[in-house]
């Protein structure tokens, strides 16, 4: 099951799979517990490493490749 | 448009001569769409490559090489498929032939206790004493940084397939086709990656007393 929580965290599931982990989860606090806080933890692993605000200058010398150089 | 029959004219090196109306028009196509598309996943990508690289100064560097590579190879992009993930294997193939060999792998400080002890965060959590309430709650009080330090003292390989699974959404599939690997390699390197991270925090938080020693 546990190998199962992680497959059908990243939505790896096929559909029939999926609804029998649902159905578990529906019926099993504990697994559910751990599935809220795997979730949890991802949104909070996204939000801090993801998308960081461009340095100015790089955004100016990333415009200016398509103006300086085009494709071959 | 004129504008692109002058760029012709300056690169072929030749005297003035009009360049062909399509391949003109299809550069300006091909730059505007680049400029729209591609250029507005820069924020994702930058911090993409700081989390490579570990240090600003060669995450712009590295930004930049990979959208020269980009721009350069754009016409062979399909248009319609996952653009973002096009450019993350451009990223990820630049960073391991560029970057990689002049780094040296983040020094992982030894965690105290068992080495082999790969317990989820969720089970350490539940048997803390310190842990009252459900153990989620306790995750908001970590510290932005030390997600982002817990994420960067990952081993190269782990740290990517976490980068690209928990941070940008990337199916399995499109991992595989990133990091040039199997799909079962990703399965495993994304299974031991979040086990590392995990064991990372719970390490910070026992730092910062959030959890008991």
């Known amino acids: ?72 | 448009m004129s504008e692109d029959a002058e760029r012709v004219e300056g690169r072929s090196g030749s005297g003035p001569r009009t360049a062909p109306l399509p391949e003109a028009a299809a550069l300006g196509e091909l730059r505007d769409r680049f400029e729209r598309d591609a250029l507005a996943l820069l924020p994702s990508l930058y911090a993409g490559a700081l989390r490579l690289t570990r240090n600003p100064s060669d995450a712009e560097d590295l930004v930049q090489e990979t959208f020269l590579r980009a721009y350069r190879g754009f016409g062979g992009f399909e248009e319609g498929t996952n653009l973002k993930a096009w450019l993350y294997r451009i990223l990820t193939n630049t960073f391991i032939n560029a970057y990689r060999k002049r780094q040296r792998e983040p020094a992982t400080v030894p965690v105290s206790g068992d080495e082999t002890d790969d317990r989820s965060l969720f089970d350490r959590l539940a048997e803390d004493s310190l842990t009252e309430s459900a153990e989620a709650v306790v995750l908001d009080r970590i510290p932005d940084e030390d997600v982002r330090a817990a994420l960067e003292s990952l081993p190269d390989q782990f740290r990517l397939a976490v980068l690209l699974a928990d941070v940008e959404g990337f199916s399995y599939r499109e991992i595989a086709e990133i990091m040039g690997t199997p799909v079962g390699t990703v399965m495993s390197r994304l299974h031991r990656g979040r086990r590392a991270l995990e064991k990372r925090l719970w390490v910070s938080m026992r730092e910062r007393g959030l959890v008991s020693d």
Do not use: N
């Not at chain 1, 504990?30 to 100015?56: D, H, N």
């Open chain 1, 1 to 72: 099951m546990l190998r199962d929580l992680e497959l059908f965290l990243d939505r790896e599931l096929p559909d029939v799979e999926c609804r029998r982990v649902e159905e578990h989860l529906a019926a099993c606090a504990p697994c559910m517990g751990r599935v809220e806080f795997r979730r949890r933890l991802q949104v909070i692993v996204a939000r801090t490493c993801g998308e960081e605000s461009v340095p100015p200058e790089l955004m100016l010398r990333v415009r200016r490749l398509p103006v300086e150089r085009p494709p071959d």
